[in-house]
C-alpha cells in the first residue's frame, strides 16, 4: 500500500482498503510511517477513511508522532477532522493528548502552526 500511496494509484489503494482492516497487520516504512500516516501528511481523507484502524491510529513514527500530530503538523485540516472522528469511533481518546519527541500535543502544534487563534 506504501507503493500505492506515494505513486497516487487510488484503484489500488481503494482495493487493498477493503481488506479485514483490524485483521491485518499494519506495515511500517524505514521511518515507522504506515499508509495512514503518509494519508495524514498528503490530507487523502478518502484513504484515511478507508484504512483507519485502532491498530493504525495508534501507531507511531520514530518520532512518536500519531496520525493526528502529522495532520496538524502539515496543515491537513480536513485530514485531521477525519481522523479525530476514526479515532472517536476506535474509542481511542487518549490519542488526543499524545506528544511527540519534543514533547508538542496537537493543541501546541496548531496554535505553533497559526491553526488556532
Not at 500511496?5 to 510511517?33: I, T, Y
Not at 498528503?42 to 512518536?64: M, Q, Y
Not at 495532520?71 to 493528548?97: G, P, W, Y
Amino acid at each position: 500500500m506504501h507503493k500505492a500511496l506515494v505513486e497516487g494509484d487510488g484503484e489500488v489503494v481503494h482495493f487493498l482498503g477493503k481488506l479485514d482492516l483490524e485483521s491485518r497487520p499494519v506495515v511500517e516504512d524505514n521511518g515507522l510511517m504506515t499508509p495512514l500516516h503518509r494519508a495524514a501528511v498528503d490530507g487523502d481523507g478518502g484513504v484515511i477513511t478507508e484504512i483507519a484502524s485502532s491498530e493504525s491510529l495508534a501507531k507511531l513514527t520514530s518520532n512518536d508522532e500519531t496520525a493526528l500530530i502529522l495532520a496538524v503538523k502539515n496543515s491537513q485540516i480536513d485530514a485531521f477532522k477525519i481522523l479525530m472522528e476514526e479515532t472517536k469511533r476506535h474509542n481511542l481518546e487518549h490519542l488526543f493528548s499524545a506528544t511527540d519527541k519534543e514533547g508538542n500535543s496537537i493543541l501546541h502544534l496548531a496554535a505553533l502552526n497559526k491553526l488556532i487563534v
